[in-house]
């Protein structure tokens, strides 16, 4: 029997970065409460006396009456029955290492654009394994959207992935706002994989960028960047899906070409000639395509698929490879 969201289901968010702290200011819209696990205790302070995050999107203010910000994770969870994971991939583990309440009964959204990097996996298919937890409990909530313009408002388009569309419309009801549209997939695979891939392509760019190439190169590096996301999913996972679509293309383009993109900044500090250390070294938040580009080289030994721009960046990140170097070696396989 499958599972299915009630209409009072309550609402809990795990993390207290910059996504996290914009989708609990979504959720606030519509739910008279919103549980909230922090980790650190200058956040969980100022959120309880405040209402403010000091350190992520610190414009966004909150009612205190309406979320319930906790350092107990077992807590939080024992109170929801729809948990959001919105920390940085690499941190998940650390984060749910307090877990001794039990998954039972809820269901648990990933909301993280990224892979587990000691495992190889996604974070589907980690909460699945590690958690045992069935796929009619798991989703994803994914873009294209950049946390800092959600925070301010600004129109914006999300897509609930569940293996259950009126799950992922029970989902929908408690995130959409004037400014916030809705999509839905059942393509759990297709999009969580898409979130990945989307992370590498954008440090391609970025180092493109750095080395001084044009926007005429750019558009031929996305459109390749696309048509090999497309050729990894269906050799790799082959299901009916339009990969045309926002939760898709649209969140490879916005990762691509944004100034929110830390995994292009990532990218854009290499092309200027940082070393792949001293630029992570930079960066204030995590890039998730650093993790990703491992990962997905792994994975592919499995698929055999051709990824020759997902293989350039991880010659550079991993193998020493100098970015003009690596670059123009990719140019002689772009159409």
Do not use: Q
Request: hydrophobic share 40%; aromatic share 8%.
């Amino acid at each position: 029997m499958e599972y299915t969201i009630g209409k009072g289901a309550r609402c809990a968010v795990i993390g207290h970065g910059s996504w996290a702290t914009a989708i609990v200011k979504v959720l606030c819209e519509n739910e008279s409460r919103v549980g909230w696990y922090v980790r650190n205790p200058e956040v969980l302070e100022s959120l309880r006396t405040r209402g403010r995050n000091p350190r992520y999107l610190r414009d966004a203010e909150f009612d205190p009456s309406r979320i319930a910000p906790s350092g107990d994770l077992n807590e939080v969870i024992r109170e929801a029955d729809i948990l959001i994971l919105a920390t940085p991939s690499a941190y998940l583990k650390k984060f749910l290492e307090p877990l001794t309440a039990s998954f039972d009964g809820k269901f648990v959204i990933s909301a993280i654009k990224g892979i587990v990097p000691d495992d190889y996996t996604t974070i589907v298919e980690y909460l699945h394994t590690r958690y045992d937890l069935p796929y009619d409990r798991l989703g994803i909530v994914t873009g294209p959207s950049h946390a800092e313009e959600v925070a301010l408002e600004r129109l914006s388009y999300l897509t609930v992935v569940s293996t259950d569309l009126m799950n992922a419309r029970r989902i929908g009801e408690k995130l959409s706002t004037p400014y916030i549209k809705l999509s839905y997939s059942t393509d759990l695979y297709g999009v969580e994989y898409a979130t990945v891939l989307k992370n590498i392509y954008a440090m391609a760019v970025g180092m493109a960028v750095g080395l001084g190439y044009g926007d005429n190169f750019l558009a031929v590096l996305i459109s390749n960047s696309a048509r090999e996301m497309d050729r990894y999913l269906s050799e790799s996972h082959p299901a009916e899906r339009n990969t045309c679509a926002s939760a898709y293309l649209g969140d490879l383009l916005v990762t691509c070409y944004s100034v929110y993109s830390r995994n292009r900044r990532l990218g854009l500090l290499i092309g200027h000639g940082c070393t792949v250390k001293s630029a992570l070294n930079e960066m204030t938040m995590v890039a998730e395509g650093y993790f990703a580009a491992d990962c997905i080289r792994h994975v592919n030994t499995r698929h055999r698929v051709e990824m020759p721009i997902a293989e350039m960046v991880y010659d550079v990140l991993y193998r020493g490879v100098a970015v003009r170097r690596a670059m123009e070696a990719l140019i002689e396989k772009l159409v």
